[in-house]
Structure formats: C-alpha cells, structure tokens
C-alpha cells in the first residue's frame, strides 16, 4: 500500500512559470515531510522539508505548502528554469528526531522545463 | 565536507551469487539508511543503523542484511542475487538534531 501519493507523474512547464507537485497521505502520525531532488545518475538531495505544525514553509523559489486537515502537501517551484528539470520526490516519516527514520516516498514527479 | 561516498558505483553480478556494498557516510554522521531504486517500485526503505544498531527494517527477504561498523561505515549485503535484484542502491546518512539528510550517488546493481 502506497502511504505518500504523489502526482502528477509528469510535469512539463515554461520557463518563468510556476511548476506545482501534490502528495496526499493517510497516516496522521507522519511528522516530517521532506522533498527531495533527483538528477539522472544522482542520488536524492533534500530539497527542502517542513513539519505538520506549520502550514508553509519558503526557502528561495521553493514553498511547501502544508494542509493537514486534508493530508495534503504541495511543492511550488517559482520562475521554474531549465536546471529544475530533474524528478521529484515527496515524502514522509515518523517521529523524525536525531536519525532520518524510514522515509515513505512518492512514486516522484518528472519535471521538464522548457527554455 | 566529504559527502556520503557509495562503493562501488556500478556492479555486475549473475544470478545465485552474492554481493556486498559500502557506504561511507558524512564524518560525524551516525544513523545510515539503504534504499532500493527501481522503475518499477520507486524507493524503497530497506534498513536503518544507528551506533551499530539496526534500528528499523523494509519488507524485504532475508537475503538482505547489513550492518554498521563502529566508524559509522555501513555495508549491504544480498545473497543469492535475483533478477529482480537489478536496482540502484542508495544509501543516506543524518547528523543528530535534525541536520540535513544527505543521499550518496548509490551504486548500480545489474544481475544477469
């Protein structure tokens, strides 16, 4: 069983644009919702990552909005340009203190941004 | 910093027989965790170390293992490779108080 759905699987956005990636998951006992970025023949790098107490989090061009009512979650990407063509991955763990936990990951987002 | 180092980067191996991976994680980090990357599944968790310690473990047969070294190092292991084994594996490591989580570029598993 899937805990974290993410969509879409495929995104394809201009240049300048605003890319947006969803997830929804079921278990409320999640306490850390990490987003990750995927580059052929690279291993994830932590994107940016927020806990369920705050509804949105900024880091540069990159928010995480949080909806908990809903079990939502959503990666906005501001002026989306090429070099942001990667796969993204959301995700979620429990009781995320000194270790990582066990990471529950979307199925990701193939992101294309045309130049 | 030396980020998470994964040895080797890529593997061929046939079926029926054994392979050991390596991952050295970030000088100070203590808590190790493999991943699975396939097409078909996505990630998937495999096991956590934390101080030598086996913390948390994927729904994954036996043939899986690992185990942490008292330097942090951390190694997989599968036995009696399948074809469906072929993934690439990834291992990441945490600092304590929620400092970033960081992926090595995994090691390439193809078994024919």
């Known amino acids: 069983q899937q805990q974290v759905k993410q969509s879409p699987q495929s995104l394809i956005v201009q240049k300048g644009g605003i890319s947006i990636i969803n997830c929804a998951y079921e278990?409320?006992?999640?306490?850390?919702f990490p987003w990750y970025q995927q580059f052929p023949g690279k291993g994830p790098a932590l994107l940016i990552a927020?806990?369920?107490?705050?509804s949105e989090k900024k880091e540069g061009r990159f928010t995480i909005s949080f909806n908990k009512s809903a079990k939502q979650f959503s990666l906005h990407i501001m002026d989306s340009q090429p070099g942001d063509s990667a796969t993204y991955f959301c995700?979620?763990?429990?009781?995320?203190?000194?270790?990582?936990?066990?990471?529950?990951f979307g199925r990701g987002t193939q992101l294309t941004v045309w130049p | 910093k030396a980020g998470v180092t994964q040895t080797p980067r890529y593997l061929i191996k046939t079926r029926g027989q054994q392979v050991t991976l390596s991952c050295s994680p970030i000088?100070?980090?203590?808590?190790v965790s493999w991943y699975q990357q396939t097409p078909g599944q996505g990630l998937q968790f495999l096991f956590e170390?934390?101080?030598?310690?086996?913390?948390n473990k994927g729904n994954f047969p036996g043939r899986f293992s690992g185990r942490q070294f008292s330097n942090s190092r951390s190694e997989m292991n599968v036995s009696t490779l399948e074809l469906g084994d072929s993934a690439l594996y990834l291992c990441?490591?945490?600092?304590?108080?929620?400092?970033?989580?960081?992926f090595g570029q995994g090691t390439r598993l193809t078994v024919v």
């Open positions: 278990n409320t006992a999640f306490d850390y």
């Open positions: 170390y934390f101080s030598e310690t086996q913390r």
């Open positions: 927020i806990r369920p107490d705050v």
């Open positions: 995700a979620a763990v429990f009781d995320r203190g000194s270790t990582l936990g066990r990471l529950y």
């Open positions: 000088s100070g980090h203590r808590s």
């Open positions: 990441a490591s945490s600092g304590g108080g929620g400092t970033g989580d960081n």
